[in-house]
Nanobody, 120 residues
């Protein structure tokens, strides 16, 4: 019902920057929250950052001050600007959207993930 298309990611050296984007499409009535999670091998999935429909953001402790999440409501797209990247940021980054598909029906949707590797 809701499809997410992620772009960005790749290989970057420590201290470098990358940006991710995720566009939502399909049967969308309204999007409540959009954001990013990440999962590294052998670790639990963790919140990176998200932004709600009012523009309020929240960040995981490990990325505060380095990453910035933003949202284009007209385009149903969420962005993640990642600066000062560290090797420990290496993970698969997954887009997450909480949306209503009708006035009553809602769901939590996930993208397929994009790899971010920070290495020299």
């Amino acid at each position: 019902q809701v499809q997410l298309v992620e772009s960005g990611g790749g290989l970057v050296q420590p201290g470098g920057s990358l940006s991710l984007s995720c566009a939502a499409s399909g049967s969308i009535f309204s999007i409540v929250r959009m954001g990013w999670y990440r999962q590294a091998p052998g670790k639990q999935r963790e919140l990176v950052a998200d932004v709600n429909s009012g523009g309020s953001t929240q960040y995981g402790d490990s990325v505060k001050g380095r990453f910035t999440v933003s949202r284009d409501n007209a385009m149903n797209t969420v962005y993640l600007q990642m600066n000062s990247l560290k090797p420990e940021d290496t993970a698969v980054y997954l887009c997450n959207v909480f949306a209503y598909t009708t006035r009553r029906d809602f769901g939590d949707y996930w993208g397929q993930g994009t790899q971010v590797t920070v290495s020299s």
